[in-house]
């Protein structure tokens, strides 16, 4: 099985930065398409960015310029860089990738899309 673990969330002050961390666990598996979501109180879980196997990135217009994304396929792990945080990026941010795993029992590959617990972001002066 494929298991993410994020780190790296907490409070800030508006205008300043923080950088979240996510990494993919587990064996005999390939990560496709990585990205980072996030949920309000009240609001449904919405894409922030995310980043495919070969480096191509997709932002939601609202953190363009001030979120990066970044993946290491050597070490499973992606990042997400951001700066001038606003108060309105206050969330629960959650780490997804998707990709194959090769069970243990059959050996066959399966697809899987697997959801980190969620780091909390707090943006207030």
């Known amino acids: 099985q494929v298991q993410l673990v994020e780190s790296g969330g907490g409070p800030v002050q508006p205008g300043g930065s923080l950088r979240l961390s996510c990494a993919v666990s587990?064996?005999?598996?390939?990560?496709?398409?990585m990205g980072w979501y996030r949920q309000a109180p009240g609001n449904q879980r919405d894409l922030v960015a995310d980043?495919?196997?070969?480096?191509?990135?997709n932002y939601v217009d609202s953190v363009k310029g001030r979120f990066t994304i970044s993946r290491d396929n050597a070490k499973n792990t992606v990042d997400l860089q951001m700066n001038g945080l606003k108060p309105e990026d206050t969330a629960v941010y959650y780490c997804?990738?998707?990709?194959?795993?090769?069970?243990?029992?059959?050996?066959?590959?399966?697809?899987?899309?697997?959801w980190g617990q969620g780091t909390q972001v707090t943006v207030s002066s």
């Open positions: 997804n990738a998707e990709g194959v795993y090769y069970s243990d029992y059959d050996g066959r590959p399966y697809e899987y899309d697997r």
């Open positions: 587990g064996s005999r598996f390939t990560l496709n398409t």
């Open positions: 980043i495919t196997s070969d480096g191509n990135t």
